[in-house]
């Protein structure tokens, strides 16, 4: 380090656990007196666990637009601000961990635009989420906070709350324009773990596109609850430029959509990409999870079945991961079959199988990961049309090094 920090913040994914270790090791070593704070999904799932990390002065749990501002204040006051007050705020008193009361935003409109200047989208050569997107640059965009559902696998509320709360339409477009303006976009995607949750909001949001006459392609790339979709909400998303869209499936077994707590049915997940299909031109992306617990050969044989029936343009594969946080995480340490001192965090990636359910070896997960990839892919009308969808060498690197990532 050529510059000594007063402060090291660091985003944390669980697949960071290392790096940020690491960093937090070279900041101290740099300069003692540094600062050091990390936040986001893994310290909001894991806070004790977290706070183990040598040299590791604070975290925060969930959101910190509110809470981080007050803790620099805190750091530079002479006892002006009280620790205890830091909404979200992981820290030490008298050698024991202290978890002050979670904060949340509850006006995303309050919270300032992103520092656009800081990550021009022009100097990405690549989408913000997935491979594909119709032109560049590209920027993600995130309208909205907080999940209802219990999904027992999903850590978006651990990481923002079950509270469900949203940019207004003008605020939206305000970023959109100038975005456009500023960095000449041309396609956005939208971050949301619910986007379509509120149905009027979507139709006012698209609404406000046509009538600014902003022509730009989008995508809903994080997926969208199947069961919110209807007809007039899809027609009038590709009407205003959403060309993709990506949505949970999850499983092809009834049994294991009910123990996930999807709270949304087989049936009515497979009417929702018939009627995709069947009334728009929108490609559509079905996520898959392979390996969650009480999972068979079976159910794993259903749902690769499942993908391969239904209308989709892509499918997304991933090997089940117990996230620090969720219910299953929780479930699967009180039965014992995970403890959180061996958990490998850093193999917390897509193609890295950490957990196998009972009766399936590391070995058979790999297999059956493979061969859902190859039968769902190896399709002449698959193939051609991500053939079609290839715009760029970025893009086709990226495609050939996931395709490596799989079959090795």
Known sequence: MDEQPDIVGIQMHTCDFSSARQCIEIAKTVNGKTVTIVGGPHPSGDPE????????????????????PRLLEYTRSAGQVAIDSIDGLVH?????IIKNKKGAIQNPDDIPFPGWDLIDPQTYPAAPHGTFSKSLPVAPVITSRGCPFQCTYCGANVNTGRHFRKRSVENIVEEIKYLQKTFGIREFHIEDDNFTLDKARVMAFCHKLKEENIKLHWACTNGVRLDTLDKELLQNMES??????????????????????????LDIMIEK???????TKIRITGFFMIGYPEETRNDIEKTIELAMKLPLHRAQFSNFLPLP????????????????D?????LYQNNRVVYTPKNISPREMRRLMRKAFAAFYFRPRILWGLLKE????????TVVRRFFDVFR
Not at 50 to 67: C, H, K, N, R
């Open 49 to 68: 666990g977290t706070m183990e990390i040598p040299g590791l002065d604070y975290a925060f749990v969930g959101e910190a637009e509110s809470g981080l």
């Open 92 to 96: 030490r008193q008298n050698g024991k």
């Open 240 to 265: 205003a430029g959403c060309y993709s869209l990506a949505a949970g499936i999850e499983s092809g077994s009834p049994r294991i959509i009910n123990d996930m707590k999807r709270n949304e049915t």
């Open 273 to 279: 990409i018939n009627l995709i299909a069947r009334e």
């Open 325 to 340: 946080g969720t219910e299953i995480y929780d479930r699967l340490i009180q039965r014992k079959e995970i403890a959180p």
């Open 342 to 346: 061996t958990l490998p965090w850093d």
């Open 390 to 397: 290839i715009h760029s060498p970025g893009q086709f690197r």
